[in-house]
């Protein structure tokens, strides 16, 4: 079965790559090498137990989907994805701001939104439109005899050329929010959307388009009354940060005012998305999701939205919202999903492979008797905490309760969710996994350490959003001397002193040496002005 094949793929088994910890450690175990190899079989074999364990628990039949047809190639594909990471634009923030500012909105608009200016006049005709007017995402709304031709990757609405010479265009959309990034559209599948004469009126318009409606396939699945949403789950589907800022934050923009009256009809659809973000998806929808590329049968609509609204970056604008929700609800959707998640049984495995056993600080601080608790979360291959056991004596000694988090790609994200649920501080090297401050308590903290070169995408991608959920973000830039590329580069490389220099180049460059080969080994003294600042800010004074 593929999904366990998957999670047992995805998941390194803890004993070949110990994790990050101080060579100290490794050196007292040195000496007894049986009482070491014997510890790491039992170990291996618990991960194994368990991450099968939860593969066959898994509280997630694939019924909620209505085609269960194979779904290796979207599997394969995701191991891909995952390994890409997304491409920052220069303008990206700008474009943020411009979407507030886009002169009149076309009347589709309107009707893609569900506001009265688009629906007045128009009430009971066939139509298609397209609101193309924005700069992140095109968006288009059918109404009429709508029907799935997933074969030719089309969407046909009869009764949308009645009566209308010539007859309107057909037209074509790549339903995913990175419409600038021109590289990864050029990836989504292209929906052409046929306003076509009505299957029953065939008597005054063209040949052709006789031909097409008498040819007018019935209907399998006729969902009465309910709208359908049509999106991607393809481009950098795969990657954490994306899949909430491209996905399901703009999903819950253009879905929420439906409260779950909506179909969510899925191109390029992944089985492990649906696994992953089961409890947020059934908080937007009623029905079940249609699989739009292997679900072959024809669905039948009366309306239509192709494609998501999106704000920004991790952002939801309460005054483009319709009913002015703002990131803040959002967040409750999650809670709301992620606590209603019963704990399978037996229960999810608590130390490895992703959380460690709490550090409990002794230290009596201003808290009163409640200790406030730091989550602090590690990568592993780049961007990596040299100094994590140091780093966790110091979280304690400043008062903290210490969880560390290692976040897999298979993670549950309930499990995270429990994690994050009781910390006061959220503490992670800039990487995709801060995404998941998402879970964060309003004014609770963040801590994000900039490694050298990536103190543009930390602000952008996760410091402002942050700020703009109500969190206390803290910005920890390292300096030259806390950086791996130190023991690597001269002194006065330009690498080293001014990275602007190099980030300037582009994205491919501030990867290639600063996201893909850097360690950060915090000087703790420096830190633990950061972590003081922290606990003030959760303590009092
Ligand atoms: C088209 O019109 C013919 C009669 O001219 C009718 O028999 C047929 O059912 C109509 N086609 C459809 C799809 O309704
Ligand atoms: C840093 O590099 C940029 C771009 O190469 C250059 O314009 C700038 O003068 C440099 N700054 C310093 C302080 O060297």
Same mark, same amino acid.
């Given at each position: 079965m593929n999904r366990q094949q998957r999670v047992a793929a995805t998941l390194p088994t803890p004993a070949h790559s110990p994790p990050p910890l101080p060579a100290g450690v490794e050196k007292e175990r040195k000496s007894s090498f049986c009482h070491r190899v014997f510890p790491l079989l039992l170990l291996t074999l618990y991960a194994v137990g368990s991450v099968l364990r939860l593969a066959l628990s898994s509280p997630f039949p694939s019924s909620f989907v209505q085609s269960s047809a194979s779904s290796f190639s979207a599997e394969l594909r995701q191991e891909v994805e995952s390994l890409k990471t997304h491409i920052p634009s220069e303008t990206n923030h700008l474009q943020a701001h411009e979407e507030h500012s886009v002169a009149p909105r076309p009347p589709c608009s309107g009707l893609i939104d569900g506001r009265a200016d688009g629906a007045a006049a128009t009430k009971d005709t066939a139509l298609v439109c397209c609101d193309r007017s924005h700069i992140r995402s095109d968006l288009c709304y059918a109404r009429g005899d709508i029907r799935t031709d997933s074969r030719s990757s089309s969407v046909l609405v009869y009764g949308a050329a009645d009566g209308k010479a010539p007859p309107p265009p057909v037209e074509k959309i790549r339903p995913y929010t990175r419409k600038w990034d021109t590289g990864i559209t050029a990836t989504i599948q292209e929906i052409s959307i046929r306003p076509l004469p009505s299957a029953a009126a065939n008597g005054s318009s063209s040949s052709s388009s006789r031909r097409q409606a008498a040819a007018a396939a019935g209907c399998d699945v006729r969902h009465e009354g309910v709208p359908a949403l049509l999106f991607s789950?393809?481009?950098?589907?795969?990657n954490l940060y994306h899949e909430f800022s491209d996905g399901l934050i703009p999903l819950y923009v253009t879905a929420q005012r439906f409260r779950g009256e909506v179909v969510l009809v899925v191109a390029e659809y992944r089985s492990w998305w649906l696994t992953r973000y089961r409890p947020v998806l059934e908080r937007l929808t009623k029905y079940k999701l249609v699989d739009f590329s292997r679900d072959t049968r024809v669905h039948c609509f009366s309306e239509m939205i192709l494609g998501l609204r999106i704000h920004g970056e991790l952002i939801i604008d309460p005054w483009l919202t319709p009913n002015g929700n703002s990131i803040r609800d959002f967040q409750t959707l999650l809670r709301e999903g992620f606590n209603g998640v019963v704990q399978p049984k037996p229960p999810l495995?608590?130390?490895?492979?992703f959380l460690r056993p709490l550090i409990r600080s002794s230290h009596r601080g201003q808290c009163g008797s409640r200790r406030p608790r730091i989550a602090v979360f590690i990568r592993k291959?780049? $961007?990596?905490?040299?100094n994590l056991r140091e780093l966790a004596r110091t979280c304690q000694r400043t008062g903290f309760d210490v969880q560390i988090v290692e976040p897999?790609?298979?993670?549950?994200l309930e499990v995270i969710h429990h994690a994050l649920a009781p910390a006061d501080v959220m503490l992670a090297v800039h990487g995709a996994a801060m995404t998941h401050f998402l879970f964060m308590r309003p004014a609770s903290v963040l801590i994000q350490v900039v490694p050298l070169g990536l103190e543009k995408p930390a602000e952008e991608f996760y410091g402002e959003p942050a700020r703009r959920l109500g969190l206390e973000y803290l910005a920890y830039n390292i300096t030259p001397e806390e950086s791996s590329l130190y023991k690597i580069?001269? $002194?006065?490389s330009p690498i080293l002193v001014n990275t602007s220099s190099i980030t300037s180049k582009g994205w491919e460059e501030m990867k290639k040496i600063y996201l893909d080969k850097q360690n950060v080994k915090l000087n703790l003294k420096r830190f633990s002005k950061i972590l003081a600042q922290a606990y003030t800010h959760v303590c009092g004074h």
């Open positions: 789950n393809g481009g950098y589907t795969g495995p608590e130390s490895p492979p291959g780049c $961007r990596v905490l040299l897999k790609r298979g993670t549950p580069y001269d $002194r006065q």
